[in-house]
């Protein structure tokens, strides 16, 4: 079984910054593509950031310039540097990784269990 535990939410005021972690546990054989997802009440819930593999990123256009995705791939961890946040950046944060478990050589998506970040104006 394989687990994404995710830590770093909470509140924060306009302009200010936050880090999210996220790391992967378990029976792991491989690690493919390690990302964040966003899901704002009412909302579907949307890529954020993502690390397909080490190296390369892709970002939604609402955050370029201002998060940085990063992994350590010793650590299994995946982080979620966000700077001058906005308000209209307030979801709960979704940690998504694509694993191989050991015995597999194929790997499917799980998801951590959300850490919500809340910007005040």
């Known amino acids: 079984q394989v687990q994404l535990v995710e830590s770093g939410g909470g509140l924060v005021q306009a302009g200010g910054s936050l880090r999210l972690s996220c790391a992967a546990s378990?029976?792991?054989?491989?690690?493919?593509?390690m990302g964040w997802f966003r899901q704002a009440p009412g909302k579907q819930r949307e890529l954020v950031a993502v690390?397909?593999?080490?190296?390369?990123?892709n970002y939604a256009d609402s955050v370029k310039g201002r998060f940085t995705i990063s992994r350590d791939n010793v650590k299994n961890t995946v982080y979620l540097q966000m700077n001058s946040l906005k308000p209209e950046d307030t979801a709960v944060y979704y940690c998504?990784?694509?694993?191989?478990?050991?015995?597999?050589?194929?790997?499917?998506?799980?998801w951590g269990q959300g850490t919500q970040v809340t910007v005040s104006s």
């Open positions: 998504n990784a694509n694993v191989a478990p050991s015995g597999s050589y194929y790997g499917r998506d799980y």
């Open positions: 690390m397909p593999s080490p190296g390369i990123t």
């Open positions: 378990g029976s792991i054989f491989r690690i493919n593509a």
